[in-house]
């Protein structure tokens, strides 16, 4: 059975950064590239960043780029994202999604396996 399980979320000053991570389970995980969406209330799911199976490619969404880092460390099983110069636009909850494929999409339903979420609030 495949679980993603997200960790480090919470409350967090604007301005401020924060690092999430996610730690797979049931699936082999160099063979998946990795994905990070976020949903903020009454809004579509919107593409954070992805990363390929080795780490060496990544791709960030628009508002995001240039302030949040996606990696990966596949002896543990784990990918991370760090948030830095936060704003209250960010609040969302943040999911990571698994596909297996050298290199996911920015579509979310590319991804076939994905976390519970875990809640940013990044206050002003």
């Known amino acids: 059975q495949v679980q993603l399980v997200e960790s480090g979320g919470g409350l967090v000053q604007a301005g401020g950064s924060q690092r999430l991570s996610c730690t797979a389970s049931g699936l082999t995980f160099s063979n998946n590239a990795m994905g990070w969406f976020r949903q903020a209330p009454g809004k579509e799911r919107e593409f954070v960043a992805r990363?390929?199976?080795?780490?060496?490619?990544?791709s960030y969404g628009d508002s995001v780029k240039g302030r949040f880092t996606i990696s990966r460390d596949n002896a543990k099983n784990m990918v991370t994202l760090q948030m830095d110069t936060l704003n209250p636009e960010d609040t969302a909850v943040y999911y990571c999604a698994a596909v297996e494929a050298v290199i996911g999409s920015a579509i979310s339903s590319a991804y076939d396996y994905w976390g519970q979420g875990t809640q940013v609030t990044v206050s002003s």
């Open positions: 990363i390929s199976q080795s780490g060496s490619i990544t």
